[in-house]
């Protein structure tokens, strides 16, 4: 009790400090813009601008002060009021787990290869006999689904598992991912306190399964802890640069995040931990009114959970060390906007759900900040638009020494404030750049850290390698995510297909297809900046590169030659090749060339027979409101039909 006086007493001051330096920042921000358009005459048009201009500084300065408050953290050595998984080394473990991986259509050797690894991980620590392992298969295509099933019975023959490695194939993917999990729940999931979810390219170390199930067992008030999953295993040059980025500074800005959020934080929907019985009693997804895309199902499931969670007055926390957990990410830009499109739709469904009663107001700050996440960028393009527009009509109407109806003696000269376009010029490039330096310094002062980024030199020159690349691929994400937006809000629903994994390269066909409208939208604004305000395209440059060059640049950023010859060069490297942990090592030698199918055999041929699916221990899912709701309240909830109610046992 004395330790959840003092999470809520800490999370009243860092949040109330948290929130006044983002929204003080971007008002002081907003005021040097303002007072730069308002020195020759603020137009509506200018106004618009300012509006915009504040949602979006507060966007970035939230992220700011986040990796300030992780960067502080980190130089401390931890946060005294947040999890402490090395508290609880030895502790003997109370509760059993469930480890499930729902797939869709996925590569099999590489499933297979994975789950082998993490098992092999587990199977070497005493406490393995508390878990159990489930592959939930959603495959429609049924050549892949017979893969599966050979690949599980090797998997299990070779760890001689039978009763802890199951599959299990749906009949119909009714729900998708979300529905998937909840059937497991109904059928089985009685007869665990815990589990962890992965995705298909999930990677967890046995120690960090272990302690994912410690936290739950020392913290009963918990509902779900999420790992924090560090991106690797990929060799392009766009990978490259999203794995040495997000290695960089993801666990600075986790443990800002973990800071403010404290145990009122989100979900990720992989690499986390549920408490089943609470999850299954109030996690159960509604159906949204209406159809798709903003209605019917929802596509971006981990956000809700971890609200309705929360809502149920369970807690929520991120654990932001480097544990062992790690994912992949997609090869190239244009894999990686097919998955941003999904989530795209997901996430501006949530908007839906802000009016439910009874959510935490941090839980609806995460749904909209799910929403801002693809949101922004169409506010981006506008400020952008809205700024060249006030631009050109200037350069064409010229500025008016005497205003019309004033009657003046003198002409009213026009006015340069060049000293407050530095300073907020500096404050921008300050507050977006900042962060990777925090990042690049907490890596310098941890001498292992800094010979896994390749030493402090070549640290330093992949950085700007990376801020580069960024910059110039950032306006195709901008389009990307305006075209995804503006297509969903039209009512254009998402078309589900299983996520492409591995090293693909992209031809120029392919990428001059899906880039054609940023090449011709950059062309096109540039040309008309260049013939009435010649001067702009300066500021407009970085913008301009980035949707012209597009299609090489993400045909060379594809190349897995390009993003080997930096590995070779030591440039963008991540400690996690540096010095591979055993199971990414693992990894790798089973899918090496040869290595499979024979990897995932039993050596001496021996096969033990499959082991059957466990006896049902059900848990009853169900739309039900929160404990602590009013009656109308509930009323209001039990409007909401549940999206997997037809998938009930």
Not at 462 to 489: C, D, K, R
Not at 543 to 567: D, F, I, K, Q
Not at 571 to 580: A, G, K, N, V
Request: net charge positive.
């Amino acid at each position: 009790m004395d330790a959840d006086r003092a999470v809520r007493r800490a999370a009243r001051w860092r949040r109330a400090l948290f929130f006044a330096l983002t929204l003080l920042t971007a008002a002081a921000a907003t005021g040097m813009m303002c007072d730069i358009l308002a020195a020759n005459g603020l137009t509506g048009l200018k106004r618009a601008g300012l509006v915009l201009f504040y949602v979006l500084f507060v966007w970035i300065t939230g992220a700011f002060w986040t990796a300030l408050a992780g960067f502080v953290v980190r130089l401390r050595g931890g946060d005294p009021v947040s999890l402490k998984p090395q508290d609880l080394a030895g502790r003997p473990l109370a509760g059993r787990t469930a480890v499930i991986m729902p797939i869709y259509n996925e590569e099999t050797v590489r499933v297979m290869a994975g789950l082998d690894v993490i098992w092999s991980s587990l199977a070497r620590l005493p406490e393995q006999a508390a878990f159990d392992l489930f592959v939930l298969s959603d495959t429609r295509k049924l050549e892949i689904a017979a893969a599966e099933e050979a690949a599980w019975r090797e998997l299990a023959a070779r760890h001689h598992a039978r009763g802890r490695i199951f599959y299990r194939r749906r009949a119909e993917n009714v729900g998708r991912k979300a529905g998937n999990i909840a059937d497991f729940v109904r059928a089985w999931g009685g007869a665990y306190d815990y589990a962890i979810v992965l995705d298909a390219d999930s990677i967890m170390s046995g120690e960090a399964l272990v302690m994912l199930a410690r936290l739950m067992d020392a913290h009963p008030q918990a509902g779900i802890i999420q790992a924090l999953p560090l991106p690797a295993g990929r060799e392009t040059f766009f990978a490259r640069i999203i794995q040495f980025a997000a290695r960089l500074s993801s666990p600075m800005l986790a443990s800002g995040l973990a800071w403010w959020q404290l145990g009122d934080g989100n979900y990720w929907g992989h690499n986390a931990i549920l408490r089943l019985k609470p999850f299954a009693a109030f996690c159960d997804l509604p159906r949204l009114p209406g159809s798709a895309p903003l209605g019917g199902e929802i596509l971006s499931h981990d956000f809700v959970e971890a609200a309705f969670m929360r809502r149920a007055g369970y807690q929520v926390w991120l654990v932001p060390d480097d544990c062992g957990s790690w994912e992949e990410v997609p090869s190239n830009i244009i894999d990686y906007a097919a998955r941003d499109r999904r989530w795209a739709q997901g996430n501006l469904q949530h908007l839906g759900l802000l009016p439910m009663r009874g959510l935490h107001w941090l839980s609806r700050l995460h749904l909209i900040t799910g929403v801002l996440s693809y949101a922004s960028s169409p506010l981006w393009l506008l400020v952008l638009l809205l700024s060249s527009t006030v631009v050109i009509l200037d350069a064409i109407h010229g500025y008016q020494y005497f205003k019309p109806g004033s009657y003046a003696l003198f002409p009213t000269w026009p006015q340069y404030r060049d000293g407050e376009i530095v300073a907020l010029l500096s404050i921008t490039v300050a507050v977006l750049l900042l962060p990777k330096v925090f990042g690049a310094l907490l890596a310098l002062k941890d001498a292992r850290l800094r010979r896994g980024f390749g030493g402090g030199p070549r640290l330093f020159l992949s950085l700007g390698i990376e801020q580069l690349f960024s910059i110039l691929l950032a306006p195709a994400m901008m389009l990307f995510h305006t075209t995804f937006v503006v297509t969903t809000l039209m009512g254009k629903p998402v078309v589900w297909h299983a996520q492409e994994r591995g090293d693909r390269g992209i031809g120029v066909l392919e990428a001059l297809m899906r880039h054609k409208w940023h090449l011709a939208i950059g062309i096109v604004w540039g040309a008309v900046i260049l013939t009435f305000a010649p001067r702009y395209i300066w500021w407009l440059l970085p913008v301009l590169a980035g949707m012209v060059l597009a299609v090489p640049l993400t045909v060379v950023t594809s190349r897995t030659g390009a993003g080997l010859w930096l590995r070779k060069h030591r440039l963008l490297l991540t400690p996690e090749e540096s010095d591979p942990p055993m199971e990414l090592a693992a990894l790798q030698a089973r899918l090496s060339p040869g290595a499979s199918p024979e990897a995932l055999r039993e050596p001496n041929g021996a096969a033990e027979a499959p082991p059957a699916l466990p006896e049902r221990v059900p848990l009853s899912m169900q739309a039900q409101p929160p404990r602590y709701l009013t009656p109308r309240d509930a009323l209001r909830f039990g409007r909401w039909k549940s999206v997997n109610s037809t998938s009930a046992p």
